[in-house]
């Protein structure tokens, strides 16, 4: 089941054309990628949203983050887990990496115990650039030089209110570029070569 909510949709039919909605409330998806409305297939846009995901040590602040995130109207589209139940972090850190990393949601959240095990899975990934922001500074510099674009937080580390000041910084702070947009360049060009030599 995937959950989506605030975000703009589109609706593209080969006969009818393009719909547009407004902002969703809370929709819910058997399937990631189409919503079939009276027998037709309708494929699902998505902008501007925020792929959020956890283990079972993270599933209560990530209750936390999405109820910020409904107050900030920010879009997002969650990956679960949704229980307390014991699971394995690389299978939701797969899923939210994943799609960012294949450009189809801009940015990622994703929460652990510690917020190691997601950040290791996390960085395996092209273009990804996860931060583990367990406070305010490395979460506003991990925007600003890093342009870090999956934030993960360990939900034994951090508190409910540290943990949404870190969302708050960290949606809301841009990249500087210049200089740190060299060093970035840098890093894909190292992804590059690892792909050439088949690493
Ligand atoms: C689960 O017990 C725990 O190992 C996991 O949430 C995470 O902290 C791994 O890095």
Same mark, same amino acid.
């Given at each position: 089941?995937?959950?989506? %909510? ?10 009818? *054309?393009?719909? @547009? ?17 009276? /027998?037709?297939? @309708? ?26 995130? $409904? ?19 690389? $299978? ?10 294949? *450009? ?20 395996? @990934? ?7 922001? /367990?406070?305010?500074?490395? %979460? ?8 870090? /674009?999956?934030?993960?937080?360990? *939900? ?35 992804? $590059?070569?690892?792909?050439?030599? *088949?690493?």
């Amino acid at each position: 089941m995937l959950v989506v %909510a605030g975000v703009s949709l589109r609706f593209d039919h080969p006969v009818c *054309g393009s719909y @547009f909605f407004g902002k969703t409330r809370k929709l819910k998806f058997a399937a990631t990628e189409s919503l079939i409305l009276d /027998n037709e297939s @309708f494929y699902l846009t998505i902008e501007m949203t925020i792929a959020i995901g956890c283990d079972h040590a993270g599933v209560e602040l990530k209750k936390d983050i999405i109820s910020l995130l $409904d107050d900030l109207h920010i879009g997002y589209v969650d990956y679960g887990t949704d229980s307390s139940e014991s699971v394995d972090y690389p $299978d939701f850190g797969e899923k939210v990496s994943n799609d960012v990393s294949t *450009g189809k949601i801009e940015k990622g959240i994703l929460i652990c115990g510690t917020g190691i095990g997601m950040s290791i899975v996390a960085n395996k @990934f092209p273009g990804i650039r996860a931060s583990l922001c /367990n406070e305010l500074f490395t %979460a506003k510099m991990s925007r600003l030089h890093n342009d870090a /674009n999956i934030l993960v937080i360990g *939900g034994r580390i951090v508190g409910k209110d540290l943990a949404k000041e870190i969302v708050k910084t960290w949606v809301s702070t841009p990249f500087e570029g210049e200089r740190h947009s060299r060093r970035i360049e840098k890093i894909s060009r190292i992804e $590059d070569r690892l792909k050439k030599h *088949g690493v």
